[in-house]
């Protein structure tokens, strides 16, 4: 089968030809309908040749659907032919945390090597993807596999974000979403289906911001020096109670902190590396900050409810397989406006 591959630190991902997987007792083989294209791939492949952790060549794709193809001995409960999304953090199954379907928190998975698809394992970004068990397929239905596939971390990663603030996010609050690409456009659509904040929407590109205020947010501001305090001006001085960076490099977190409200949550989903300064006089009384990752299962499955509802639709970019490479040079360079969308069969 053809494969997208991270092959040589430093190097652009590759189309290559690799061995078919087949599937062994208990995993099941996917026929893949459309793979999605995140920016941890991108910092994946921005790592140093010292400490890299995970084993080259590596299949590069951690948002995957795809139809059953094969069942390997034992499984049940599906049927070839049927369309699934994949459950992306694959944990150890009997941990505390995976005993609560929170297997993004598995406590076993890096004693155990267990390594997401596309982030250690063999990832989606193939005509063919090997799932090591059926737990980590939900069931997609009538759900078209391009729109669903990036509710898989583009929608749970924020749904997840969101979902641990809702408490504070009441009739007269204000949530601020900073960075609207891939997973914040995502975000802005959650937080008005899910609350009745005020949503304000933060970006450095003009292009980003236009699509937070087509999908509902109600005010966008440009991320610059002043975007501070134009949140504050905004919230008539008192900031927002719920604050979402998916960004995280170090300006867009000193922006988090420096607009969240007394009592609000600073959530850093984004992967910038940046550390937030929390402390008496450093941020506002009993804020508190989060960094979360990815979501559940169940949140998967709520998420995926949302998508088939129509009360969330993620804006996609369409590529074949062999467009790939020029797809990660699109995201690399923030032309991506959404999410981008392989579909390798297509």
Not at 86 to 97: A, D, R
Not at 106 to 125: K, M, N, Q
Not at 167 to 196: E, M
Request: glycine letters at 14%.
């Amino acid at each position: 089968m053809r494969a997208v591959q991270y092959r040589e630190i430093g190097a652009a991902p590759e189309v290559v030809t690799v061995p078919d997987p087949e599937p062994g007792p208990g995993q099941v083989l996917l026929k893949v309908t459309a793979a999605g294209v995140c920016h941890s791939d991108i910092a994946v492949m921005s790592w140093p040749a010292e400490g890299f952790p995970y084993r080259l060549p590596l299949t590069l794709g951690h948002e995957g659907a795809g139809t059953v193809a094969a069942l390997g001995e034992g499984v049940q409960g599906l049927s070839e032919g049927e369309s699934v999304a994949v459950y992306g953090p694959w944990g150890c199954g009997t941990c505390l945390k995976c005993a609560e379907g929170k297997e993004n928190y598995c406590l076993r998975a890096d004693e155990l090597e267990i390594r997401p698809p596309g982030l250690g394992a063999p990832g989606a970004i193939a005509e063919y993807l090997l799932v090591d068990d059926a737990r980590h397929l939900v069931p997609l239905g009538d759900l078209d596999p391009v729109a669903g596939v990036p509710l898989t971390d583009a929608g749970l990663t924020p749904y997840h974000a969101i979902k641990g603030s809702l408490s504070k996010l009441v009739p007269g609050s204000t949530a601020v979403v900073i960075g609207t690409g891939g997973l914040g456009h995502v975000a802005v659509q959650l937080l008005r289906a899910l609350t009745p904040a005020r949503v304000i929407a933060l970006d450095v590109s003009a292009e980003k911001l236009e699509l937070a205020g087509k999908v509902g947010a109600h005010e966008t501001v440009l991320s610059d020096e002043n975007a501070a305090a134009k949140v504050r001006e905004l919230t008539g001085g008192l900031g927002a109670e719920g604050v979402f960076d998916f960004v995280g490099a170090a300006p867009t977190v000193a922006t988090a902190t420096a607009v969240a409200a007394v009592e609000a949550d600073v959530v850093l989903v984004g992967i910038g590396g940046a550390a937030a300064q929390v402390g008496f006089g450093l941020t506002p009384f009993d804020a508190s900050v989060r960094a979360p990752y990815w979501g559940s299962r169940g949140e998967l499955v709520e998420v995926l409810e949302l998508g088939r509802a129509g009360k969330i639709d993620v804006h996609v970019e369409t590529y074949g397989l062999d467009e790939a490479p020029e797809a990660y040079e699109r995201l690399h360079a923030g032309r991506v406006n959404g999410r981008a969308v392989i579909l390798p069969n297509g």
